[in-house]
């Protein structure tokens, strides 16, 4: 067995992963990264693309901004479409400010993962059997196989940023953590294409047959999605179906400006709510989605990664600088706070937005009730505008 010795040892090179790696290498504190797929998968992955100011603050501080900086749309107001017509919200005018930045996932964790071999940090890919021991105690420490020889990693701390269905949570016994889930009755049918976006900013669209998305990753690529069956299957739709049925759900002026083209990526993401209490278990911390998921429709997932990373490098670092375990101590109700906030925004927007099961006719008239309030209402539009860009950490 190979015997390897760091300050930290973070499971999972995700944005959050990444995020923190780059973080203690700047403040001097030893880390290393362990992920069971390669730099190449990781990178082929689809994900999220929009920033909130916090986020894109914490790249900067990361010192790994200047791709998003230069390529990057920062974006001021969003649409919300119901009943045919299209209505923005002033994001900026009523947050104080504030804007997001739309900007890929894929490019941002490209942007650190380039920073982190640059420095000359370490990171193993294609690590199996990664399982983390003894957090509950002084001596915690992450074991893993590659190439066939085993090896474990002695640390001071470890960070679960692992995703769901990593192991940091899994290791966790049972009475000791505590998850809350709603699974929605519905999922997302996304398509990723080479053509300019209907507009230079998002659509929400609420209409009778379902939810839609109008977004984007830049000026030349959309990103598209239409509510579906949380099993749909992906290979049933053509591009010209997705096209047809996107155009049904916008008002028609909208409509009138989608420029189709074929598709290179196309997928169906389920929708879930899902929060694991506490976030800190001795010396494992989780973090990311492997403490918490939300649905896409606040566009909230990549930026509590991002929070939470926030919180736990101010722990790690007042430790190491201070020999204080109140940042850690904290570190759990800290993240949660804004989590639930988060998780709260996301569940109303899905709530707002989607058609479900049981919505009917009466449903269908409340929710045109709520949005047309919403649009009408400084009060009501400033409260989505202050959650949209991110509440302060």
């Known amino acids: 067995m190979g015997n390897q010795r760091t300050q930290v040892a973070i499971i999972g090179s995700g944005p959050a992963g990444l995020l923190l790696g780059q ?50 749309l920062p974006h001021e107001g969003i649409a919300i479409a119901f009943s045919g017509q299209r209505h923005r919200i002033d994001l900026t005018g009523m947050s104080g400010g504030k804007r997001v930045i739309i900007y890929g996932q894929t490019e941002l964790t490209k942007d650190l993962m380039d920073a982190r071999l640059a420095a000359g940090a370490v990171s193993i890919h294609e690590a199996e059997d990664v399982l983390p021991h003894d957090f509950d105690g002084d001596a915690p420490y992450v074991t893993y196989s590659k190439d066939g020889t085993s090896h474990r990693i002695d640390c001071d701390f470890i960070a679960g940023c692992d ?68 099993d749909e299957d992906v290979d049933a739709w053509t591009d010209e179906a997705f096209w047809e049925e996107l155009k049904r759900r916008l008002p028609a002026e909208a409509a009138e400006q ?41 566009a909230k997932g990549l930026n509590l990664a991002a929070s939470d990373i926030h919180y736990l490098f101010e722990g790690l670092r007042e430790h190491y600088r201070d020999g204080s375990l109140a940042g850690l101590d904290a570190y759990s109700a800290r993240a949660l706070a804004r989590v639930w906030q988060a998780v709260r925004f996301s569940w109303w927007m899905t709530t707002m937005l989607h058609r479900f099961p049981d919505t009917g006719e009466f449903g269908q008239k409340i929710q045109e009730a709520e949005l047309a309030y919403l649009v009408g209402s400084q009060a009501a539009a400033t409260a989505l505008a202050e959650n949209y860009v991110g509440l302060p950490y």
């Open 23 to 72: 973080l203690l290498h700047l403040a001097g504190i030893d880390n290393i990264i362990l992920d069971r797929v390669s730099r190449e998968y990781i990178l082929g992955r689809v994900r999220a693309g929009v920033l909130e100011e916090g986020a894109a603050g914490m790249l900067a501080q990361a010192g790994v901004a200047g791709r998003m900086e230069a390529e990057g």
């Open 163 to 230: 995703g769901y269905h990593g192991p940091s949570r899994q290791a966790v016994p049972a009475p000791a953590i505590h998850t809350y889930e709603r699974v929605y009755p519905f999922g997302w049918l996304g398509i990723l294409a080479e053509v300019p976006p209907v507009s230079e900013e998002l659509i929400y669209a609420n209409h009778p047959r379902g939810f839609a998305l109008c977004s984007m990753r830049s000026r030349t690529r959309s990103r598209y999605y239409i509510q579906c069956a949380a």
């Open 258 to 298: 989608v420029v189709t083209g074929p598709s290179f990526e196309k997928s169906v993401a389920p929708l879930r709510s899902f929060v694991a209490e506490p976030m800190r278990f001795g010396k494992l911390f989780l973090a990311g989605d492997a403490a918490h998921i939300v649905p896409p429709t606040g």
